[in-house]
């Protein structure tokens, strides 16, 4: 059964500073890696897609990596700011459509 | 702008109520998806549906049930509230029907559900 495990649970970072989500997988035979934002009690918006064929998707501040031979991707964010501070979620694509998110990451970008 | 509408984004019930959670997407999406979100087990998938009238358990669909009666609309049903189903639920559309797998879910603002 596919596990995703993102670390660390939580990370406080200054303003400015550039900083690197990890997100690892135990099955690579997924279909796609979708990255999420989530702000406190409210729905989860996409941030990136990668495809299983893809090693990385770029959004403005953000880059997203893919490796599957090694169960890993990354989120870099580039020149934090406190507007960035969110919990971010990555989650994989499964066959039937369906997602399989890890437990996220909780990020605090200090003015 | 893609949008999905969940209907009530707080909800309080009583053990032993019929709930009702709906979903609402304006973007013609086949997929439709209802999750829950909990402390600690993060988003687990419950029920999702392919196309009108068609339904397929996820991983924790016990309590549950839904009905997709139009395509734009996505019903989760509470047969008889539990305080064990007190939860964020949160849910997902996404576009494709062969190529499902490939395409970005979209999701509501949450219902935070207290069964008391």
């Known amino acids: 059964k596919q596990e995703v495990t993102q670390i660390p649970a939580a990370l406080s970072v200054p303003e400015g500073e550039n900083l690197v989500l990890n997100c690892s997988f135990t099955?690579?035979?997924?279909?796609?890696l979708q990255w999420f934002r989530q702000d406190p009690g409210k729905g989860l918006t996409s941030l990136l897609l990668?495809?299983?064929?893809?090693r990385e998707q770029t959004s403005g501040r953000l880059n997203a990596s893919l490796d599957k031979s090694s169960g890993r991707s990354t989120l870099y964010i580039a020149a934090s700011q406190p507007g960035d501070s969110a919990t971010y979620l990555c989650?994989?694509?499964?066959?039937?459509?369906?997602?399989?998110f890890g437990k996220g990451t909780k990020l605090s970008v200090k003015p | 702008d893609v949008k999905v509408t969940q209907s009530s984004r707080y909800l309080v019930k009583r053990t032993g109520e019929k709930v009702f959670l709906e979903c609402v997407q304006d973007m013609d999406h086949e997929n439709m998806f209802w999750y829950r979100q909990d402390p600690g087990l993060g988003l687990r998938l419950i029920y999702f549906?392919?196309?009108?009238?068609m339904k397929e358990k996820g991983d924790i669909p016990e309590g549950y049930s839904v009905s997709r009666e139009k395509k734009e609309r996505f019903s989760l049903i509470l047969e008889s509230a539990s305080t064990n189903q007190t939860s964020m639920y949160l849910c997902?559309?996404?576009w494709g029907q062969g190529a499902r797998a490939k395409n970005i879910q979209y999701f509501g603002a949450g219902t935070r559900l207290s069964v008391l």
């Open positions: 997902a559309s996404s």
């Open positions: 099955d690579s035979a997924i279909y796609n």
């Open positions: 989650a994989l694509g499964g066959s039937q459509g369906n997602l399989i």
């Open positions: 549906s392919y196309d009108v009238k």
């Open positions: 990668i495809q299983s064929s893809q």
